[in-house]
């Protein structure tokens, strides 16, 4: 069973940084496909930024491609979001999610489950 848990939000100036950690209860984390999503007041859940247990490769959201970059470390059963130039936008609760097996990041989002708590990022001056 998939468990995760995000960390590393916070407050930040419009054109700040922050990098988000995705960490995992398991020792096998390279077998999934981990997807960053965030959820604003009011809106629905998108998603931002995913990285692929096939071949590493990531997909991003055209929100957010050229500014976020998702990387993972297998050996620490963790997963990142490092965002850059974030814009007020930017501001709401993050979550990672997982999808089991062979998969392939092409910007479909439904697959993903065993949602973490969420972190906030708040982007205000």
């Known amino acids: 069973q998939l468990e995760l848990v995000e960390s590393g939000g916070g407050l930040v100036d419009p054109g700040g940084s922050l990098r988000l950690s995705c960490s995992a209860s398991?020792?096998?984390?390279?077998?999934?496909?981990i997807g960053w999503f965030r959820q604003a007041p009011g809106k629905e859940r998108e998603g931002v930024a995913c990285i692929s247990s096939s071949d590493g490769s990531t997909f991003y959201a055209d929100s957010v491609a050229g500014r976020f970059t998702i990387s993972r470390d297998n050996a620490k059963n963790t997963v990142y979001l490092q965002m850059n130039s974030l814009q007020p936008e930017d501001t709401a609760v993050y979550y990672c999610?997982?999808?089991?097996?062979?998969?392939?990041?092409?910007?479909?989002?439904?697959?993903?489950?065993?949602w973490g708590q969420g972190t906030q990022v708040t982007v205000s001056s």
């Open positions: 398991i020792s096998t984390l390279d077998y999934y496909a």
């Open positions: 999610a997982g999808v089991v097996g062979y998969y392939f990041c092409s910007g479909y989002w439904g697959d993903f489950r065993s």
